[in-house]
């Protein structure tokens, strides 16, 4: 059953046109990396919406080239008009600037993929990257969100939260954390103080059996840590002393980062 439409056809104007753009949101927000592709019926019983609202966001979005409809499934994807919106910030985004000549320098040197994340306080993604020219390999598109507390990138920003923030995230579910119960959760703290200390992080193998990420901080000029550089790699080709060596390459590229933007880490 679809839910009512009330939110559009009561209140006053600020109200309804305050739910509008938050419906609109929504609807550009349910589409990810993983799922690139929806439709209709997807998305309203993703996010809650009445079928007949989401097909009228998703036309005025066609319309302006932010969706695109597939002709033969009819479903939809992001559009190219997205960059067009989206250009102003990313080549205003310091950290992304800075970091492109050192993330081409870092998969030169280890042949794997290399991206740049920021965080925007319960998520991980994905702002710049490189891809590997190696025919295996693995890749965080642009745009591609993670909330998963095994992340690489994940861990790396939540070293940078207050104890208290990363329980409640957790416990709330905006991170995800498999099997979260007390013993865990301790467990996941002390995971976190031994990345902060060694200067990077890793995921082998524990959110996608194929993959292994390791991801490092990049400071500004208050010592807070505003990005991360990640390494994703498959996981064949990457034993135990490669592991090691990428992550010392993915911290002295996090580093070079960080000295170009005049950042400082803490001490």
Known sequence: MNPPESSESSGNGDSRGTSVIVNAIAVLRSFTADEPM???TEIASRIGLHKSTVSRILATFEQENLVERDPDTRRFRLGLGLIAVAGPLLAELDERRVAYPVLRELAERTGETSALMVWNGSESMCVEQIASRQQ???????GARYNDALSASVQVFLCAEQPDRVRAL???GTISLPGLDETSLEAYMLRLEDAAKRGWAVNYGETSIEEVGIAAPVYDHRGDIVAAVLIPAPRFRVSQDTLQNLGEACAAAASKVTQRMGGVPPH
Do not use: D, E, F, N
């Open 38 to 40: 929806l439709g209709v």
């Open 170 to 172: 957790l416990h709330s």
């Open 136 to 142: 295996v390999k693995h890749t965080a598109p642009l």
